[in-house]
């Protein structure tokens, strides 16, 4: 059993004079019970991957002052430990994989342009980027659900439903280097998904079945 105040968590550099640099709590203390650390590190999500992602260092953890083999703990380290040149390349490796048409694939690599198909009842999709699109506040919204524990979507398919409202299913990078091969688009078009539902104002994750390469957009079937 985990001692009551045994973890703490480590940047992998050194400060000036040798000492290892740790993440403290908002109360400078800097030792966690394993749930404080785990509910740390998702709610600094926002700020940790800009200092050891960008700059390439490593976090790691320490309980009593020897390393952690928590299963838990080394899930949520392993998110912090991606650098941003390793989730650019598998982004682009994804963009690949649905063959879009060529400007929109060349805006999106070059330009991070967000794009999206939508379904107008015909046999392919229409494609659209973000910027000045019609249904831009719902798919902004879609994108913000999904991007919960720094997934990082990278293109949206939208559906109109009988009701008046949408499915948004946005395609997403966890920052689990181990689930990118079964997040990427499989032989007969599985991928994994967030939902968006405008009338729920919810979403659901799973995996959902496209077509890639309609006139150069992406339809979803199932």
């Known amino acids: 059993m985990a001692s009551a105040m045994g973890y703490r968590v480590y940047v992998g550099v050194k400060d000036d004079v040798g000492d290892k640099i740790y993440m403290a709590k908002e109360d400078g203390s800097a030792d966690f019970t394993k749930e404080e650390l785990v509910?740390?590190?998702?709610?600094?999500?926002?700020?940790?991957?800009?200092?050891?992602?960008?700059?390439?260092?490593?976090?790691?953890?320490?309980?009593?002052?020897?390393?952690?083999?928590?299963?838990?703990?080394?899930?949520?380290?392993e998110m912090y430990n991606v650098t941003e040149a390793e989730v650019e390349a598998e982004r682009i490796r994804r963009l690949k994989q649905l063959h879009l048409e060529k400007m929109a694939l060349k805006d999106t690599i070059k330009n991070h342009t967000m794009w999206i198909s939508e379904n107008m009842d015909m046999p392919w999709n229409v494609n659209y980027f973000l910027p000045g699109y019609s249904y831009a506040k719902e798919v902004r919204q879609a994108m913000k659900k999904v991007s919960v524990c720094g997934a990082i979507p990278y293109f949206a398919i939208v559906d109109h439903m009988r009701d008046g409202s949408l499915w948004i299913s946005v395609l997403y990078i966890s920052l689990h280097k181990e689930d990118w091969p079964y997040e990427r688009v499989s032989p007969n078009g599985m991928v994994s998904s967030g939902v968006y539902n405008t009338a729920l104002d919810d979403v659901d994750f799973g995996t959902i079945q496209i077509r890639c390469g309609l006139a150069g957009s992406v339809k979803r079937y199932a």
């Open 39 to 77: 509910d740390y590190l998702c709610e600094k999500l926002a700020f940790i991957p800009e200092k050891v992602r960008q700059r390439h260092w490593h976090l790691t953890a320490e309980k009593d002052g020897k390393p952690v083999s928590d299963e838990d703990i080394d899930y949520f380290l």
